[in-house]
């Protein structure tokens, strides 16, 4: 038989002579212990008994915790002259987080006096510093796919590669020490109960559960989410989930349109100085509407000037120009005759307008299908929303080293599917790896292959969503492309 003796070692102690105006409180703050271990150490004092000169015995803590992004860091007592502005800056706040944290104070400060006592809340850039320097990483993962992988339809195709790419992103981390443990369950067919998988969910015991495809499905893991300590969960590719304004653990990869609507705009006025956005409108589907209405929506809410036209050739279009502003003319139809009728025209009023600055304006749609070609592109000076980045030799090498891996090339599809699966796998891992049960909305160090994931907490919703997005500006008369990115 072992024995296991387990050792407590006695806290150090100091002493602190009150000042004026301090507080039981505000020492147990600056101390960073509790108001209790203070009034044990001290027997007979009492919050009411604390008076100036006094010296009281104050506990060591032996442990840090973590601190949270607003919540007490330390008490600050004011000086004579001192301004909330001037306190703010000096510990890095600003002002309406200075005031947020102390409730009692007006605006104005006009009631700020000499020897008040402020609280100083712990700002983001110093939570985020102090976990770096305390790593709480999982060693040991545990992830669970729920994807339909084998009906041999369309969506099992994309589906079994996106698993793929996930695969190779935990063969990518075995090096760096850190195990995952995947449970693969295939999806049933969307009008069939997700009730056995769930079972199966709750004996995994994963950190986070990706999937699943079917939105009849989405509700089930939801509650499973809601009932249990598993993380979160990840929605890959649907775009729709009524369930984000209420739902906090879930994370969408595949931003809602009106959100992507919102990056767009902003992206848009980081890139193009006064800026003009002129709708194509004509021979659209619903959802090519419900995008369109998004982004106006968005741009005006931005500050950007929108006009809207239903023609079609360059002769048409010049009046509408503004000699003071970059015209963009967003290509709203991805039929393709009539895309590839726009571009060629947005090409020539470039000519027949050369004194105005003219782009095109489209989503990355056009592109993937070949609709408008990298000649078109170029020609029309386009400006192509995105939330992945084009074929480059990281993709190249990623998309050979599946073939190698499967003897499977990978879909012509945009997003590639395998990719996708590695960059999202990239992200948990690295951020469950850094940040163990931490891990939410974290910027990740890791360089994704084509899709870079930022999730976010968007106002209104309480799940996470991916903002990172893009703007790809084929610059008239070069043969390359910039890639300017979201902040």
């Known amino acids: 038989m072992i024995g296991i003796a387990s050792f407590g070692l006695a806290g150090a102690q100091t002493t602190h ?19 209790e271990a203070i009034i ?45 502005f001037g306190i703010a800056k000096n510990y890095g706040l600003t002002l309406d987080q200075l005031l947020a944290a102390n409730p009692d104070i007006k605006a104005d400060g006009s009631n700020l006096k000499k020897g008040k006592f402020l609280v100083i809340p712990y700002t983001q850039a110093e ?5 770096e320097a305390h790593p709480t990483g999982l060693k040991h993962i545990k992830l669970a796919v729920v994807l339909p992988l084998t009906s041999g339809k369309t969506e099992a195709r994309r589906s079994l590669e996106f698993y793929r790419g996930l695969l190779m992103a935990v063969d990518h981390f075995k090096a760096q020490g850190i195990d995952t443990d995947i449970t693969a369950i295939d999806e049933p067919a969307a009008d069939r109960s997700l009730t056995p998988v769930v079972g199966k969910l709750r004996e995994s015991r994963a950190n986070f559960v990706i999937g699943p495809l079917y939105p ?44 992507k609507a919102a990056v767009m705009a902003r992206l848009l006025k980081k890139a ?3 800026p003009k956005v002129i709708f194509l409108h004509g021979g659209n589907t619903g959802n090519e509407l419900i995008f369109s209405a998004a982004l106006r929506n968005a741009l005006v809410a931005e500050g950007i000037t929108v006009d809207d036209l239903h023609v079609s050739t360059a002769e048409e279009l010049k009046p509408r120009l503004s000699a003071d502003s970059h015209n963009l003319f967003f290509i709203e139809s991805h039929d393709p005759a009539r895309a590839k009728t726009l571009g060629e025209a947005i090409g020539r009023l470039a000519i027949i307008a050369p004194t105005t600055k003219v782009s095109a304006l489209v989503t990355s749609d056009l592109t993937a299908t070949g609709t408008l070609p990298s000649s078109t592109l170029h020609t029309a000076d386009a400006f192509v929303f995105t939330d992945c980045f084009p074929a480059n030799a990281p993709t190249v090498a990623m998309e050979r080293e599946y073939a190698r891996w499967f003897k499977d090339p990978i879909q012509d599809v945009t997003p590639r599917m395998a990719l996708l699966g590695y960059d999202l796998g990239l992200h948990l891992l690295t951020g469950l790896g850094k940040y163990g049960t931490r ?19 968007v106002p209104g919703q309480a799940g996470l969503v991916n903002t990172a997005a893009y703007l790809i500006h084929y610059k008239r008369g070069t043969t390359g492309a910039e890639l300017i990115q979201a902040k």
Do not use: C
């Open 272 to 274: 193009v100085v006064r």
């Open 17 to 35: 002579k009150v000042a004026a105006g301090e507080t039981l409180y505000g020492l147990a703050v600056n101390y960073g212990v509790s108001q």
């Open 40 to 84: 044990k150490a001290n027997p007979g004092l009492e919050s009411t008994t604390l008076k100036a000169g006094q010296t009281i015995v104050v506990p060591e803590r032996l442990e840090k915790e973590a601190p949270v992004a607003g919540a007490v860091k330390t008490m600050h007592k004011v000086a004579r002259k001192e301004t909330l």
């Open 216 to 259: 009849d499905h989405f509700s089930e893991v939801s509650r499973l989410a809601a009932e249990t300590d598993m993380m979160g969960w990840v929605l890959p590719f649907s775009s729709k989930y009524i369930g984000l304004k209420t739902d906090a653990k879930v994370r969408m990869v595949n931003t809602p349109d009106e959100i």
């Open 439 to 457: 891990f939410s909305t974290q910027k990740m160090q890791a360089e994704p292959v084509q899709s870079h994931i930022r999730f976010e907490q």
């Open 127 to 131: 939570v985020e510093a102090w976990h």
